[in-house]
């Protein structure tokens, strides 16, 4: 059974950084679109950032060059490191692991950014 297990959110001040581990029970994990993902209350879960099985990154615009997003795949974990935190990057974080039609989701952590 697939399971993407995320850890690593807290509370945090602004200015305050965060990294965000997500480990993933999942054959082929070198193969896979791993990426992240957030929902604020009341919104839509948005993108944030994403690596290919080639090591390519994508970022979402409000996060680059604070976040980092990067993979170790002999653990089979992908991470966020999320640096210069915001109040507005409050949110629930996902981890998503995707493969052609196939779409894996885990249970989300939570990342609050507050004084």
């Known amino acids: 059974q697939v399971q993407l297990v995320e850890s690593g959110g807290g509370l945090v001040q602004p200015g305050g950084s965060l990294r965000l581990s997500c480990a993933a029970s999942?054959?082929?994990?070198?193969?896979?679109?791993m990426g992240w993902y957030r929902q604020a209350p009341g919104k839509q879960r948005e993108f944030v950032a994403a690596?290919?099985?080639?090591?390519?990154?994508n970022y979402a615009d409000s996060v680059k060059g604070r976040f980092t997003i990067s993979r170790d795949n002999a653990k089979n974990t992908v991470y966020l490191q999320l640096n210069s935190l915001k109040p507005e990057d409050t949110a629930v974080y996902y981890c998503?692991?995707?493969?052609?039609?196939?779409?894996?989701w885990g249970q989300g952590t939570q990342v609050t950014v507050s004084s």
């Open positions: 998503n692991a995707g493969l052609g039609r196939t779409s894996y």
């Open positions: 999942i054959m082929s994990f070198s193969s896979y679109l």
């Open positions: 690596i290919s099985s080639g090591g390519n990154t």
